[in-house]
């Protein structure tokens, strides 16, 4: 069976259609199917058409969240409850086509764990919204330090042996996007164009958008922590540079220092070594944030042993 997971907040416009297109997919896909919808605090019709849905179609299920938490909270929900095989991860505002699960699903029978779609184009979206996203993605990818995909979000299939690995993440402060690459597995890349949503609004205003991304940039990297020691040698350097000149300059006949230049150095110098340690103190601190996520230290993907020890003989006896 494959769970198709979607994550829904104030879609009533869409559920509708996004249940007819993806039924109308999956009745030519040789599979039992599951459909997963996560209400995260809709205050609209969305948990009433979900009910409905699910008396009318016992493929339906549902989970109503006590309130909204957000995307990501909402899809780890999701993946505690998936009883499918696999799951594939989509929006509900159709964005992300219906269309692509056979690939996905042809790709999982061949043998691959995550199979993710790769956005070629996005319709409906501002030159403004595409330009940022640009840049966002390519100063991510330089400073990450677990591996980013580009133009690649949730929609994907995950096996159940990368839904368990993703289920042992259990960090609050979630960033989905990067923990598909943390747990690694066997992944295939299914390009597809972005569609527009089909109906109501976008849930991500800038001001969300500059959120997520800042979480993105602060949960795959900490090099924010080490700007502050980067910045201290700088002053530093510079506080021996003028020290240099000053001293040059003492040397030579007839030429008069002003005596504020002696003040500026050890400004410079005191202010340098104070960064220096407040960026010393950013790689402990680092290290903490990242040994706090407690995630696993790692993923099996296959092991195997003929060998069979004592105890365990005498397991299989009993
Ligand atoms: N979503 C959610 N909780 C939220 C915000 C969004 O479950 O707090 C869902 C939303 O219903 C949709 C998906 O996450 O299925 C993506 O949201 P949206 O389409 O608004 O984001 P965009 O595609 O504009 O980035
Ligand atoms: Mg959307």
């Known amino acids: 069976m494959i769970t198709i997971l979607a994550p829904a907040y104030n879609e009533e416009e869409v559920l509708g259609l996004f249940y007819n297109r993806v039924c109308n997919v999956i009745k ?186 800042f979480h993105g940039i602060t949960s795959m990297s900490v090099l924010p922590l080490k700007l502050a020691g980067f910045t201290g040698l700088l002053l530093c350097g510079a506080a021996f540079v003028m020290l240099l000149v000053l001293i040059v300059q003492a040397l030579m006949p007839d030429k008069t220092i002003a005596p504020w230049s002696w003040v500026i150095l050890p400004v410079l110098l005191f202010s340098g070594l104070q960064m220096v340690f407040i960026g010393i103190m950013g790689e402990y601190i680092g290290r903490i944030f990242k040994e706090t996520k407690k995630r696993p230290l790692y993923f099996i993907n296959e092991y195997h042993t003929s060998i069979t020890t004592d105890e365990e003989r005498q397991e299989g006896n009993k």
């Open 28 to 213: 030519d896909i040789d599979e039992e199917f599951e459909l997963l919808f996560i209400n995260d605090g809709s205050k609209d019709r969305t948990l009433q058409i979900l009910k409905e849905l699910a008396s009318s179609d016992p493929r339906v299920s549902y989970i109503d969240l006590s309130r909204n938490y957000g995307k990501e909270i909402a899809m780890a929900a999701g993946f505690d409850h998936v009883k499918g095989d696999a799951v594939i991860i989509m929006d509900a505002d159709l964005q992300d086509p219906p269309e692509l699960i056979k690939d996905m699903v042809r790709e999982w029978r061949n043998g691959y764990d995550d199979v993710y779609a790769k956005r070629r184009t996005r319709k409906g979206e501002s030159a403004f919204k595409k330009l940022t996203s640009k840049w966002y993605w390519s100063l991510l990818a330089k400073i990450a330090y677990i591996p980013v995909l580009k133009d690649t979000g949730d929609f994907r299939l995950l096996s159940r042996k990368a839904l368990n690995a993703l289920m042992e993440c259990r960090e609050s402060e979630r960033y989905t996007k990067g923990m598909y690459s943390l747990i690694g597995f066997k992944k295939k890349e299914i390009l597809f164009d972005r569609e527009e949503r089909a109906a109501g609004k976008t849930k991500y205003n800038l001001r969300a958008m500059l959120l997520h991304a």
